[in-house]
């Protein structure tokens, strides 16, 4: 099975633009969550989405949003960015509650 | 409240040394999933294992094993004999099976010389 893949793999951007990433799940996988790495937070949980729903969401502001496909793939969105939003964006997958799989992740900076 | 406590930050040892990482957790849920993941220099978070709450066993696979013990809430890594190639942060996971997230912990640098 091919793993979880992520577009772009890396992303520059300044300030106020808004980027949209994605994510393509192993394949019959229905879960997506979108985590943010930063050298100061760690790994922070962003979102979850299991069949088009949204199930969980972390505390990060309302310019983080989300979305998932029927077929599983999802995107995530991040309007007005700022300077600490520069962070490596890891996608995962999983059947539902079981292991999750990471993408190898989207490096995004902003300027 | 769920948290995941990795207090080593970096660890650096010679090859051929066996290397323990330290993983202590706290949830109120009492059925659990805890995990293991290896993050190299390229970013991508590798699955290295994942243990249920209800499973106490300890497990090895080659080098690695994993102690698992609920009274002290502990999930630890061992790393027997390491080599170069396991350089990395490794990451402690804890997903509760009703909150459909994973805390991830702070993760240890382990640096391995040749």
């Known amino acids: 099975k091919a793993g979880v893949t992520q577009t772009p793999r890396y992303l520059i951007k300044t300030r106020g633009q808004q980027v949209t990433l994605s994510c393509s799940p192993i394949s019959g996988h229905r879960s997506v969550s979108w985590y943010q790495q930063t050298p100061g937070q760690g790994l922070q949980f962003l979102f979850e989405?299991?069949?088009?729903?949204?199930?969980n969401k972390g505390n990060f502001p309302g310019r983080f949003s989300g979305r998932q496909f029927s077929n599983s793939r999802s995107e995530m969105n991040v309007s007005t960015l700022e300077l600490g939003d520069s962070a490596l964006y890891l996608c995962?997958?999983?059947?539902?509650?079981?292991?999750?799989?990471f993408g190898p992740g989207t490096r995004l900076t902003v300027l | 409240a769920q948290k995941v406590t990795q207090a080593q930050t970096e660890i650096s040892v010679v090859e051929k040394e066996d290397v323990t990482l330290d993983c202590v957790y706290e949830t109120r849920d009492t059925t659990y999933y805890l995990f293991w993941y290896k993050q190299p220099p390229s970013g991508e978070l590798v699955f290295l294992i994942r243990r249920n709450s209800f499973d106490e066993q300890n497990e090895i696979s080659g080098r690695y094993s994993w102690n698992f013990q609920k009274s002290t809430s502990s999930f630890n890594f061992t790393i027997t004999a390491s080599q170069v190639v396991d350089s990395a942060v490794y990451f402690c996971?804890?997903?509760?099976?009703?909150?459909?997230?994973?805390?991830f912990g702070a993760g240890t640098r382990l640096f391995v010389k040749a």
């Open positions: 995962a997958s999983s059947s539902n509650l079981d292991t999750q799989y």
């Open positions: 989405y299991f069949s088009e729903t949204q199930r």
């Open positions: 996971a804890l997903r509760n099976t009703g909150g459909f997230k994973t805390i």
